[in-house]
């Protein structure tokens, strides 16, 4: 109960933050350049609280159904406007007032999401050092020269202090389908240039798995094999497995750390594993079943169970990393540009179909997101909705009528013509716009929901 109350309250100040930020900037422009506000409102649907100030036209609105949120202005199209106020209303304005206005939100957005990372590299990051331990034979990275004991200190042009730095600059320039340098540095302090293949990083899923499909991965500490979640309905949780259980042995076989767990449970699918335990203080004997799934064409076995990370472990392969007020305004920059683009790259790449559509979330993807940052600690959940409010600003970007991209797509055409699209070509425009999106916005759902069913 406490856990959905704290995904639905991360998911709700998300919403609020992003959807206020980006109407403000519509509401602002527009008011610096003359045009008359009538509402402001976060949310559709019926007023929840509506107020006035003094001398002000324009009437501010929190709504029942926070999923979005609009600026009414001024405008014949909508209503008559007394003749007095013709030169207030939006449809009168000159075309790169109207485009201005328009294009206001999502630069909103992108600037909220550039002062987000600012914050966040001025007050520093903690990381893991990047430093790569097994790489697998015949994987990509071994291919290119990769060797246990590399310490990554650029990828491309970018410095990589961290290992989360490694995965957001090779996934970011290695998406693309070019050949990508990797600069290490070896156990003795020579440095060299690792060149990872462009054709095959182009057949990569792009996502959190990138550097394991690559086979880059950071050398990590032996995990005691502790059980530090059960999922409900899983075979660990069938078989009586509970958070706290240590893992002795299966089979007779000794289990060494919680990798060699994974590798027994992945290489015995469908088949009765007996399992040797400790449990306060006591040992215990339990049947386990693991379940047969299907990874990348082949057959794993799977328990629903996770790990408990021991206090420290990673202590002395912590680092901190912090930025003054200049560098961390061109991190931040740098920051916006490489998720802009690795989004509109991961969008394409669906759009062909050579990325998996796990890629969209719905309200539930988003709310689980929002609740699993916040209980990381603020900068987590900081970072998460910078993350949120760039592909905010790019999906209303999309030339899609009824987003803000699709009245810049009326606008661009208007430029071309020198007159605007009639009414009737709006408004059909706007049906199509609005098919488009509850189709995607079912799906998305579709999606979600199959991920919460498994």
Excluded: C
């Amino acid at each position: 109960m406490l856990d959905l109350l704290l995904k639905l309250s991360a998911f709700l100040v998300a919403i609020l933050v992003l959807v206020t930020v980006h109407e403000f900037g519509h509401f602002w422009v527009a008011r610096r350049l003359g045009v008359k506000v009538l509402r402001f409102s976060i949310g559709f649907g019926r007023a929840l609280l509506s107020w006035r100030r003094r001398d002000d036209p324009t009437e501010y609105v929190l709504a029942a159904i926070p999923l979005g949120g609009y600026v009414k202005m001024l405008d014949e199209r909508e209503e008559p406007v007394p003749e007095a106020e013709l030169h207030l209303a939006f449809n009168r304005q000159r075309l790169w007032v109207r485009s201005a206005i328009v294009m206001a939100g999502p630069a909103f957005n992108f600037l909220l999401a550039l002062v987000l990372y600012w914050l966040l590299f001025m007050a520093g990051q903690s990381g893991l050092t990047p430093e790569i331990g097994e790489v697998p034979p015949q994987s990509i990275a071994a291919d290119a020269g990769f060797e246990p004991g590399d310490r990554v200190l650029a990828v491309g042009d970018r410095p990589t202090p961290t290992w989360s730095a490694v995965w957001l600059a090779t996934l970011s320039e290695g998406i693309g389908g070019e050949d990508l340098g990797i600069r290490v540095q070896r156990p003795d302090g020579s440095e060299q240039m690792r060149v990872l293949a462009g054709d095959r990083l182009a057949e990569l899923e792009p996502g959190q798995g990138f550097l394991d499909a690559i086979g880059l991965q950071r050398v990590s500490p032996a995990i005691p094999a502790v059980i530090g979640e059960v999922v409900p309905g899983q075979p660990a949780a069938e078989a009586g497995l509970e958070t706290g259980d240590h893992i002795l042995a299966i089979d007779g076989v000794e289990i060494d750390d919680w990798q060699h767990l994974v590798s027994i449970v992945q290489a015995h699918p469908d088949e009765r594993l007996r399992v040797t335990l400790a449990r306060d203080g006591e040992r215990v004997l339990l049947d386990l079943h693991p379940r047969a799934v299907e990874v990348e064409g082949e057959t794993s076995g799977r328990i629903g169970a996770g790990v408990e990370y021991p206090d420290e472990i990673w202590a002395d392969q912590e680092v901190w990393v912090r930025y003054g007020p200049i560098d961390a305004v061109l991190e931040a920059g740098r920051r916006v540009v490489d998720v802009s683009m690795l989004t509109l790259r991961i969008v394409g790449k669906m759009l062909v179909g050579t990325a998996s559509v796990e890629n969209i979330s719905s309200p539930i993807g988003i709310a689980n997101a929002a609740g699993e940052t916040a209980s990381y600690g603020l900068a987590s959940f900081v970072q998460f909705l910078a993350l949120l409010s760039v592909s905010l600003g790019l999906i209303n970007l999309f030339p899609i009528p009824v987003l803000d991209g699709g009245h810049l797509l009326y606008f661009a055409i208007e430029g071309v013509l020198g007159r605007p699209l009639s009414e009737a070509v709006q408004e059909q425009g706007q049906r199509v716009g609005i098919a488009l999106l509850i189709a995607l916005m079912t799906f998305a759902f579709y999606v979600d929901l199959a991920k919460l069913l498994g």
